[in-house]
Structure formats: C-alpha cells, structure tokens
C-alpha cells in the first residue's frame, strides 16, 4: 500500500474513533445535567472526562478534516485569480501551514513526553492525552505536504 493511502487510512479511522466519542461525552453530559437537577448530585468526575474526549475528538478530526477539505476557505478572492495565482498561494499556504503544524509537532512531543501530572479528581495521566497532539499534528502536517504537493503539480501543469 502506498504511504499517501495508509496514512489517509489512518486519518480516517482516527477521525471516525474521535467522532464516536461525541455519543459518550453526550450521554455523560445530559446524565450529569438530570442527576444535578433532580437529585442534586452530580456525576464525579463529569468535567474532566468530557475535557478528555473532547481534546480526543478535536485533535482526532483536525487531519481528517483537511483531507476532505472542510476547513474554512476563502474563495471570495481565490475565483477571481487564475489559475496559475491560485496554485502558487496554495503552495505558499501549504508551506506556511506545514511550517507551523511542523511547531506544534516539535512542542507538543517536548511538552507531551515531559508531562507527568495526573487529573484532579479521577487520577488519569494526562501524558497520553498530551501526546495526542504530535500525533494529529504528524498526520495533519502529511495532509498538507500532500496538498503542496498536488498544489506544485498544478502550477507545474500551468508553466
């Protein structure tokens, strides 16, 4: 298989796993709001659980979301352009976008392997969770590598 498609396969099923967590985190949330109101007893714990998976659920879905292309655009400007402008801002782009993904992969490795503390009221690690941020940031940094790389092919194509 090639790599552009395993890591695709990847970011796929990370983002399918991170958008199954917005079920539990729903079910969570709506059973501490009742327990709270009827019985004034909420759920221990409620908060940082839904902080955990939503970290999980952004993080997982950020790579997946650039390889379907739904983050936000602005096309206002970019369909007055032609085609060879626009292949040359999405080259700038995707450089600058890998530049900075590339920075939040290098700090979020040293923030997340020196990480020790545990939450505050279930015990969980948080390393783990920390370390889910160069995860999606690898993932999401390929993704653009691989928009650059179709973006280099365009305006290879427009010369």
Same mark, same amino acid.
């Given at each position: 298989?090639?790599?552009?498609? /395993? =890591?695709?396969?990847?970011?796929?099923?990370?983002?399918?796993?991170?958008?199954?967590? #917005?079920?539990?985190?729903?079910? *969570?949330?709506?059973?501490?709001?009742?327990?709270?109101? $009827? @019985?004034?007893? &909420?759920?221990?714990?409620?908060?940082? *659980? +839904?902080?955990?998976? !939503?970290? /999980?659920?952004?993080? +997982?879905? #950020?790579?997946?979301? %650039?390889?379907?292309?739904?983050?936000?655009?602005?096309?206002?400007?970019?369909?007055?352009?032609?085609?060879? @402008?626009?292949? +040359? /801002?999405?080259? =700038?782009?995707?450089?600058?976008?890998?530049?900075?993904?590339?920075? !939040? #992969? @290098? %700090?979020? @490795?040293?923030?997340?392997?020196?990480?020790?503390?545990?939450?505050?009221?279930?015990?969980?690690? %948080?390393? &783990? $969770?920390?370390? !889910? *941020?160069?995860?999606?940031?690898?993932?999401?940094?390929?993704?653009?590598? $691989?928009? !650059?790389?179709?973006?280099?092919?365009? /305006?290879?194509?427009?010369?």
């Amino acid at each position: 298989m090639a790599p552009r498609r /395993l =890591i695709q396969r990847v970011t796929h099923y990370m983002g399918m796993g991170g958008m199954f967590l #917005l079920i539990p985190m729903m079910l *969570l949330t709506t059973c501490d709001v009742v327990a709270r109101a $009827f @019985w004034h007893k &909420p759920i221990m714990g409620t908060v940082e *659980l +839904s902080s955990y998976m !939503l970290v /999980l659920f952004v993080f +997982s879905g #950020l790579a997946y979301t %650039q390889q379907v292309k739904g983050h936000v655009r602005v096309t206002f400007l970019l369909s007055r352009l032609g085609p060879r @402008w626009r292949y +040359s /801002l999405e080259v =700038i782009t995707n450089l600058l976008c890998v530049f900075i993904v590339g920075m !939040l #992969l @290098w %700090q979020g @490795w040293v923030v997340g392997i020196e990480e020790t503390t545990v939450s505050d009221m279930l015990r969980i690690p %948080q390393r &783990p $969770f920390r370390l !889910l *941020l160069p995860l999606a940031a690898l993932l999401l940094g390929a993704e653009f590598v $691989f928009n !650059l790389i179709e973006a280099l092919g365009g /305006l290879r194509r427009e010369e």
